[in-house]
């Protein structure tokens, strides 16, 4: 605001123009409100004034709102002020009401409209435009080339049906102006058609006021309707758009889901394919080495048969070997109870051990950190006697300066006193050299009180850092005895744990040896196999059962998206022919209005039912998901099982093989 002020009054100043004190008052408020607004209402101003505003409003953009009304603005003064507005881009609304403008006003407004990009809103309330029709043409012609103006007011401008013809031709071209107000006008009958005309070509809503224009009331109703039904025609067409676009998202939102859904059944039918494929490798492996093994039990069966004479044999003697081993249990299991108790004993002992250690590294961190103090205490120590060497040193350089300027102030007094008289010249000398032997003696005292001192000092360091050394040397041998324990005490530590261990080892062999008994128990995992592969058989069965009801599932979702295709474009079309209805029938409004109503309460109830169809369908699917999920979980379970089994299987053949009765039968031989 200051900026714009300073401007007017430097053009003022410039063109030798009077600035009035009523424009610099309502700037200076202006600025004192920080508005955006210029209001210079009831204001004459004069020619030169409106010269000085144009081209303030040339140079600096600062006001949105310029407010001109009841100005008295002159016919040379409102040129020369719309001339300055051409440029600007700033104000966005002009108020020029009541400044009498008639034929070049309008001529400069036409030029305005034509080339100004800003103005929104224009009021040109009880002026005079409609007089002159040549003028009002040039001002119609700059209305229907403007593509930024939306608000125009005409009211009380003396405007004709020939007026309202070129205003009718200008609405034609035109296709932003959204709200024209011609109240209080002379339009009448011809002019009243030529606008309803305009308005029915025109396919951009404008809001027209004509109220006391002497049109009748047949025309003055059909402005009003035609207004009304643009305003329903663009009601109808914003909520078709609506209904559209939230019908094309639910077909996407349904898509991806469908999409993500298909994805989600593919892994799953991967992970099963996968999982099956390595179950039936696994079988297949597992038969092969049954297979095998069965090709070698009937190789051993005519073994067997050799052997059954010798088992009979030999069955007193597994007799008397169970006994053994029940005789063999109970001494393990007293042994294990003495490891036990052992094991509990060695825990304790190296517990206190590890506590009594414990306790001896505190105490030597206790002691290293007493020795640490003392050597910090000593360093300081030493550090403090370091300082008051130096200080000493710089005292006595202080001293021999101030002797050694005493000595020349001495000589200065000799010289002045020889220029001034010879006879006293003895005397002085026997006065100089008394005070020089003085000041000498002086020097020679001090110097030795000072070596003293230091020779001193030095002693008392040498005796510190003896100290210090034997400090060190005695943490050092202490740490090296502390270590040296250190190691020692994992040194026995490691020995007893590796005796502990190998003492485990012979435990575990001689529990090896008991694991022979797992020969029974190859009959009953013949037979789970064979259940386990029932089962398998079963669930493959099932699996395939639910991936048929998947299938199902996805054909009737493809069925209800084709009905809800089917069912939107058969609302649009309903839409559309409600639409063709509204255009046709102009003296029914309100029961297309109804129609609508229920065409839209009909697109809620559709909308819903699909919603709670598709909320329905989505639950149905979960709920189907879950129990995939719950079956595959069981069928990794099982196959867990199955695997486990088969391993145990396994390993319970090998031991059958390796614990054949023909090396029951060799071990008696031997």
């Not at 405007?159 to 009448?188: P, Y």
């Not at 005519?302 to 006994?323: D, H, R, V, W, Y």
């Not at 414990?358 to 550090?383: A, D, H, P």
């Not at 789970?528 to 029932?534: G, H, N």
């Amino acid at each position: 605001m200051e900026d714009f002020r300073r401007t007017y009054l430097r053009l003022c100043k410039e063109g030798g123009v009077e600035p009035q004190e009523s424009v610099v008052a309502q700037l200076q408020e202006s600025r004192a409100t920080q508005g955006s607004r210029l209001d210079l209402c009831g204001q004459s101003l004069s020619v030169d004034t409106c010269s000085v505003l144009a081209r303030a409003f040339e140079k600096d953009a600062v006001f949105t709102e310029v407010s001109l009304s009841d100005c008295m603005l002159s016919e040379e003064g409102a040129k020369v002020l719309l001339t300055g507005l051409f440029l600007n881009t700033t104000v966005k609304v002009l108020d020029l009401k009541g400044n009498n403008l008639r034929s070049t006003g309008a001529e400069v407004l036409g030029k305005l409209l034509a080339r100004n990009k800003t103005l929104r809103r224009l009021v040109l309330e009880w002026n005079a435009l409609g007089v002159w029709v040549e003028a009002f043409s040039l001002f119609c012609d700059g209305l229907a080339s403007n593509s930024v103006l939306t608000q125009l007011d005409l009211r009380n401008n003396q405007i004709n049906h020939h007026g309202a013809f070129e205003l009718a031709l200008a609405l034609k071209c035109n296709s932003t102006l959204e709200v024209l107000d011609l109240r209080w006008n002379n339009i009448g009958l011809l002019g009243g058609r030529s606008l309803l005309e305009a308005l029915q070509k025109n396919k951009h809503r404008v809001q027209l006021e004509v109220a006391g224009n002497n049109i009748p009331s047949d025309t003055l109703n059909a402005l009003v309707d035609n207004s009304d039904r643009q305003s329903t025609l663009r009601e109808s067409r914003s909520r078709t758009q609506v209904l559209s676009k939230e019908i094309q998202t639910l077909r996407e939102d349904k898509g991806r889901q469908f999409l993500s859904l298909m994805e989600a059944f593919d892994k799953q039918r991967e992970d099963m394919g996968r999982s099956s494929r390595s179950t039936s490798i696994q079988i297949g492996q597992l038969q092969e080495a049954l297979n095998e093994k069965t090709s070698a039990i009937k190789s051993l069966t005519a073994k067997l048969q050799m052997t059954e004479a010798a088992l009979a044999l030999s069955e007193q003697k597994k007799q008397n070997m169970g006994e053994l081993l029940s005789r063999l249990n109970a001494e393990k299991e007293e042994q294990r109870k003495q490891q036990s108790e052992e094991r509990t004993k060695e825990q304790e002992e190296s517990a206190t051990r590890d506590g009594k250690l414990f306790r001896e590294i505190q105490n030597l961190t206790e002691t290293n950190g007493q020795l640490r103090n003392k050597v910090e205490e000593m360093g300081c120590r030493y550090n403090t006697q370091q300082q008051q060497i130096f200080e000493l040193k710089q005292e006595l350089t202080n001293r021999t300066a101030e002797l050694k300027l005493r000595l020349a102030q001495a000589e200065d007094r000799l010289e002045t006193e020889k220029r001034r008289s010879k006879q006293a010249l003895e005397d002085m000398d026997s006065l100089r050299q008394r005070e020089v032997e003085h000041v000498n003696r002086h020097l020679e005292e001090s110097e030795r009180a000072l070596q003293e001192r230091i020779f001193k000092l030095e002693g008392q360091r040498i005796q510190l850092e003896e100290e210090l050394s034997k400090a060190k040397a005695a943490c050092v041998t202490e740490r090296t005895q502390a270590e040296e324990e250190l190691g020692r005490v994992h040194a026995q530590v490691r020995l007893q744990e590796q005796e502990h261990v190998s003492s485990l080892e012979e435990k575990l062999r001689s529990v090896c040896s008991s694991l022979q008994e797992v020969q029974l128990h190859c009959s009953q995992q013949k037979q789970t196999i064979s259940a386990l592969q029932v089962k398998n058989s079963q669930q493959n069965i099932e699996i395939d059962g639910l991936r048929r009801r998947i299938e199902e599932l996805q054909q009737d979702l493809s069925g209800k998206d084709q009905e809800k295709v089917a069912e939107v474009s058969r609302v649009k079309v309903e839409l559309q022919e409600q639409i063709g209805h509204l255009q046709a029938e102009r003296t029914a409004q309100g029961g297309l209005k109804e129609k609508i109503s229920v065409l839209e309460r009909e697109m809620k109830v559709l909308s819903s039912n699909h919603r709670e169809a598709l909320l329905d369908k989505e639950s149905e699917m979960s709920s189907m998901l879950e129990k995939l999920r719950l079956k595959e979980a069981e069928i990794q379970r099982m196959r867990e099982d199955e695997a486990h089994r088969a391993s145990y299987l396994h390993s319970a053949i090998l031991t059958y093989i390796q614990g054949s009765p023909l090396g029951h039968h060799t071990n008696p031989k031997k």
